[in-house]
């Protein structure tokens, strides 16, 4: 085991696309690791490639993550480091690695991030948002009601998942059907040579896709219903008035319920007669 290594499990954050997109930390401990846990170890060999690595590759993917969990708590009693990395991105985040990070804590050994690339911070950091909150889900699930349900109960949220580009024309056609005019954005081929992202209503956005190509992974951010959540703090607001209550106290009751800014709630209270 190298010097600068330690005895532990490394979650190391790979390039989503561009191989350039790699920290130097990440390199080293690439480098001088004892093995590498790889979701795919052909992607993976790709960037060892480039980087002149050579450490050894071993297969870990969601049907071996129990499997070889033995394996990997062994090189950790014998005092040896592993790298765990997914095929693009952060491990864990989508991806294989909780079932493996699980067994090691339990274990008394250190878990170390390596940070670096992710689909879904790239997406956040290059579109307009109101504010700085989002819900992540992952991927959604494939049946047409369970994304309803998970559409409808986070109609508030900045809601956040990746999606396959063979589904993501009929994912986009199910939430149209309750959000014609939703706001949405989606990035595609992310730091690669066509990156695109776009931001449209819902309906534009499907519109747009049936006339372009789909490829890659994709990252989308379906916008909070905004004009729901202030017709929603709207109906609370006449109920707490028809009691008699003042408008500041309204506002601090509404603000503690709803999460919401005490002041904006104020100046919709001035609003509502």
Do not use: W
């Not at 990395?85 to 493996?100: E, H, K, M, Q």
């Not at 992952?138 to 998970?150: M, S």
């Not at 776009?198 to 989308?220: F, H, M, Q, R, S």
Request: proline share 3%; charged share 30%; with cysteine.
């Amino acid at each position: 085991m190298a010097n600068n290594i330690e005895n532990a499990l490394y979650v190391v954050a790979t390039p989503i696309g561009n191989l350039d997109d790699i920290t130097l930390r990440a390199i080293d401990v690439l480098k001088n690791a004892d093995v590498i846990a790889a979701e795919d170890t052909r992607n993976t060999s790709v960037l060892l490639e480039k980087y002149s690595i050579s450490t050894k590759l071993i297969s870990y993917h969601k049907y071996s993550e129990n499997s070889r969990l033995e394996l990997f708590l062994g090189y950790l009693k014998e005092g040896k480091s592993i790298a765990l990395v997914s095929d693009a991105g952060t491990p864990l985040i989508s991806d294989p690695g909780a079932v493996l990070v699980e067994a090691v804590k339990k274990e008394g050994y250190k878990v170390i991030p390596i940070v670096g690339a992710c689909a879904i911070l790239a997406l956040l950091s290059s579109i307009p948002r109101n504010d700085e909150s989002f819900k992540f889900i992952g991927f959604l699930p494939r049946v047409k009601n369970q994304i309803k349900e998970i559409i409808l109960k986070n109609k508030n949220e900045n809601l956040v998942f990746y999606e396959s580009p063979n589904r993501l024309i009929e994912t986009l056609e199910i939430i149209k059907e309750e959000y014609p005019n939703k706001k949405i954005a989606i990035g595609r081929e992310l730091t690669k040579k066509f990156e695109e992202i776009k931001v449209l209503n819902i309906t534009d956005i499907i519109e747009y896709y049936k006339n372009n190509p789909l490829k890659g992974e994709i990252a989308c951010m379906l916008y909070a219903d905004i004009e729901s959540d202030e017709m929603d703090l709207s109906i609370e607001i006449k109920k707490l008035k028809t009691l008699k209550y003042s408008n500041k106290d309204i506002s601090k009751i509404l603000s503690l319920l709803f999460d919401v800014n005490r002041n904006e709630i104020y100046d919709l209270c001035l609003k509502i007669e």
